[in-house]
């Protein structure tokens, strides 16, 4: 029986994860425990949790294995100073001391956090370092269904590879194709990201929720499409790019971008974080939202050229795109597609593990009885740890001991307009909550999307929500005849659920368009129609789906929407605490921890939020 440790860390993202005898027995980011989003930090707490869940201490592991090889990136940061040089040279003074301080002797620091985990013996350690865009693919093939994929990873950069084309036949992975640093998808989608107002490595998500109030059609986007292609991308018939650095200052300055240059081309300046958008912003972020749906679809077609599969698997932050996704699945190119859920760097951490257990240690593989089936992985919380939460905030609560009497009413209330905290069993591994620490609303409410963003999350009011609907009722609502347990396929509204638009519907401003009531279900519907579309399962998650079925027995909707339950700046919450929390600071009307239901104006101090509110920085 091999036990595996995978771990990611010091970029972005670090997470821990648990692999026994070929399976995931726990995953989780450091984030969630330390409260810091895509903290760098080595994750101790997540390695401490996998050890904790599965009754393992470090000595007991056949191997840890870290997710990418650090002396390759020194080599890579070390030749692109030298390519660009004398450019760049307060970057490099920058850059340097923490690479020889921190990651040139990676594998001590290493050995030295591990010690924070729990007491070892080095000797007994195997450290192991596969390459980056290995644990991408890891990570994606062996935890699909499929003997036989072609693979598709794409993200920033790893070492060198900014994306991969490979295969996958039972233990082993190959490489066909690489393109390789400073070209990079990921890293031209997060220009955009900052050119655009959003942090990088972190608001890439917000540029794709704003690209369909852009016009795709009008003359201004295209001539964005048009512009991006001649000045800053040239794309090639097998989805390879290259970057005009002349445009870009990642390779050695201190942005993404030469300001100037950009403005010069596009016509307006970097848009200020806080500042409201406006058509042009939108009409340039559904631009590049068309380019990089055209690279990863020729990216793809390359793949099945080359491996002759009707499977593809995918990962790497790109992947996380769920708008391409969508795009991908309906091309056809692939007969089935599986995208890694933990698609970022978190799910290296993974990757690695897998990479291991098959590739260096060669145990046997079965995709059907070793792939995974969902990722509830993270920590769950006894009725004993509950209560004690209870006594220290003097929480107001009413226990049930009939689950489906608690489904019904909450059920109720969602369908009253009420919003409500969801928290139950186990946390989720990766970047979307799917049911068990999620913030839940009625998707036919015309104003839940504006409440839940102003008011609950306290974010950015264009950012769009997505639905929760039973696996069995998809079709009823959407355009997707395949699972979505992951949310990360974007699929059209079915016709019949639209209302009709007015003909000056495209002259509206960005406010009027998104208040308009474009459906039945107005609340997931996005401006072009479209839904990020999470299916429920009876058999993953049964506590969720038996809630959506109570609130489809009441109003005839198998329905919900379901966003993260934290605000803007905040990670995913992970233990009863954060989610309490978290309640008393928002306008959530109710919270639901297991079997515990607390109404919001029966709680101590109830109307202060101030006094529940932390400070965290803006995302």
């Given amino acids: 029986m091999k036990k595996i440790l995978g771990i990611s860390g010091f970029y972005h993202d670090s997470a821990a994860a648990l692999l026994v005898n070929g399976q995931v027995v726990a995953a989780a980011q450091e984030e969630r425990f330390t409260r810091k989003k895509h903290t760098a930090d080595f994750p101790v707490h997540a390695i401490k949790y996998c050890l904790e869940e599965a009754g393992f201490s470090i000595n007991e592991l056949d191997a840890i294995v870290f997710y990418d090889k650090p002396l390759l990136k020194f080599e890579r940061l070390l030749e692109t100073y030298y390519a660009f040089a004398p450019k760049g040279l307060s970057s490099f003074l920058k850059a340097i001391p923490v690479w020889i301080k921190e990651k040139m002797f990676l594998k001590k620091r290493i050995y030295d956090e591990l010690k924070n985990c729990g007491d070892y013996d080095k000797k007994q350690v195997r450290l192991l370092f596969p390459e980056h865009h290995l644990s991408h693919a890891a990570s994606a093939f062996f935890a699909s269904p499929y003997e036989e994929a072609a693979i598709l990873t794409i993200d ?354 960005l406010w009027d368009k998104l208040y308009h009531q474009r459906s039945d279900i107005p609340a997931v519907t996005h401006l072009d129609f479209s839904a990020r579309v999470q299916t429920v399962d009876q058999e993953t998650n049964p506590k969720y789906w038996s809630l959506i079925q109570a609130f489809k027995q009441l109003t005839g909707y198998g329905l919900l929407i379901n966003t993260s339950f934290n605000v803007r700046g905040e990670p995913i919450v992970c233990t009863p605490y954060d989610a309490y929390r978290c309640f008393m600071s928002t306008e959530m009307d109710y919270l639901v921890i297991d079997n515990f239901l607390y109404k919001k104006k029966e709680q101590p101090d109830w109307e202060d939020k101030e006094k529940w509110k932390v400070k965290f920085k803006m995302d």
């Avoid at 030469?258 to 500042?275: C, S, Y």
């Fill in 156 to 509: 920033g950069v790893g070492e060198w590879c900014t994306a991969a084309i490979g295969e996958g036949k039972g233990n082993d992975i190959s490489f066909h194709k690489e393109l390789h640093f400073p070209h990079s998808v990921g890293l031209l989608y997060s220009a955009f990201t900052y050119y655009l107002g959003f942090k990088v490595n972190s608001g890439e998500y917000k540029l794709m929720g704003l690209a369909p109030y852009g016009n795709a059609e009008a003359e201004q986007t295209q001539q964005f499409v048009r512009l991006i292609k001649e000045k800053l991308v040239s794309i090639k018939e097998d989805g390879s790019i290259w970057l005009d650095q002349a445009y870009f200052n990642y390779t050695t300055g201190l942005s993404m971008v030469k300001d100037k240059k950009w403005e010069t081309i596009f016509g307006f300046p970097v848009r200020k974080e806080e500042e409201e958008p406006r058509q042009h912003h939108c009409n340039l972020a559904s631009a590049i939202q068309q380019v990089t749906e055209e690279i990863v679809l020729k990216m793809a077609k390359t793949a099945q050229k080359i491996s002759h599969s009707d499977n593809l698997c995918m990962a790497g932050g790109v992947a996380l795109n769920c708008v391409a996704n969508g795009k991908l699945l309906k091309s056809g190119i692939f007969k089935n597609i599986y995208i890694q859920p933990a698609a970022g760097d978190a799910g290296g951490a993974l990757g690695a593990a897998l990479a291991i257990h098959y590739m260096y240690f060669n145990e046997e593989r079965n995709a059907d009885k070793n792939q995974l089936k969902q990722v509830y992985l993270g920590p769950n919380f006894s009725d004993k740890e509950i209560i004690s939460m209870n006594k220290k905030v003097k929480a107001v609560y009413k226990r049930y001991d009939d689950f489906d009497k608690l489904t019904e009413g909450v059920a109720a209330k969602l369908s009253d307009g009420q919003v409500i905290g969801w928290f139950q069993d186990r946390m989720e591994f990766g970047p979307r909550a799917l049911g068990n620490r999620s913030i839940l609303g009625d998707p036919r409410n015309p104003d839940m999307q504006k409440k839940l963003n102003l008011k609950v999350k306290y974010r950015e009011s264009f950012r769009p929500f997505a639905p929760s609907v039973l696996v069995e009722d998809t079709r009823d609502y959407f355009d997707l005849n395949v699972a979505s347990p992951y949310m990360l396929l974007v699929a059209d509204v079915q016709q019949t659920r639209r209302n009709p638009m007015p003909e000056n519907y495209n002259e509206l401003s």
